[in-house]
């Protein structure tokens, strides 16, 4: 399998559970990145990793928990989320620095209820 | 800082029609800029990029040069397809610095 992969692709929870998103790129890149994408608005870069280093955080709240255990995986572990938060949430890769087009995956269409 | 600025939208097209996205830019030096489609219920993709002045990307029929002048990077197809729907957006990239996206553009085409 080639590319960027996500899973699971839809996933509805409640304020209280906890879930997690994963994001896998096959891509043999070393940036990784965690986008939202919410109805009407621009797509907003979340977090940014390089060789599984967190070199950004845009100001995400802390029920929004990256892990990145090597540069081929990604996840975005979710807990007490709100329904504000209901969106589709796209993991991208790259090379790191500059140039370096980034690669996406199809997204998580998530619904907190 | 770096901001992107993609016309208003949605757009709606009958098949076979020429198609413009406008794209202007705000960067200082020479950013690269792209254009990603997202097709429905799917990621985005790259359609095409360019990464200096006067640079064309082209795919699928697509076309987008990169005008320093005008700050533009317009996105042109001479006869756009039903399979052309979806939504566009426009990005630049600044050396190291973070992907800065326009807000996208629907195009719809008819049959």
């Known amino acids: 399998e080639t590319g960027v992969t996500q899973t699971p692709r839809h996933l509805v929870m409640g304020m209280t559970n906890k879930k997690s998103l994963k994001c896998e790129q096959h891509?043999?890149?070393?940036?990784m990145y965690w986008y939202k994408q919410s109805a009407k608005k621009p797509l907003e870069l979340m977090f940014v990793y390089n060789f599984k280093e967190q070199t950004e955080n845009n100001s995400v709240p802390s029920r929004f928990s990256p892990e990145c255990p090597n540069s081929s995986h990604l996840f975005l572990h979710l807990h007490t989320l709100q329904p504000e938060d209901s969106a589709l949430y796209l993991c991208a890769s790259s090379q790191p620095g500059g140039g370096g087009t980034q690669y996406f995956g199809p997204g998580t269409r998530l619904l907190v209820l | 800082g770096n901001s992107v600025t993609q016309m208003e939208g949605p757009v709606t097209l009958s098949e076979e029609a020429f198609l413009t996205i406008n794209c202007t830019y705000t960067?200082?030096?020479?950013?690269?800029l792209f254009w990603y489609v997202q097709y429905p219920g799917e990621g985005l993709q790259l359609l095409l990029k360019?990464?200096?002045?006067?640079d064309k990307g082209s795919n699928k029929g697509f076309e987008a040069t990169y005008r320093k002048e005008t700050t533009s990077f317009h996105l042109e197809k001479g006869s756009v397809q039903v399979s052309d729907s979806a939504v566009y957006f426009c990005a630049l990239r600044k050396g190291n610095s973070k992907l800065t996206f326009g807000k996208g553009i629907t195009l719809s085409v008819r049959p």
């Open positions: 891509l043999g890149h070393n940036a």
């Open positions: 960067a200082t030096g020479y950013p690269s």
């Open positions: 360019a990464t200096k002045a006067d």
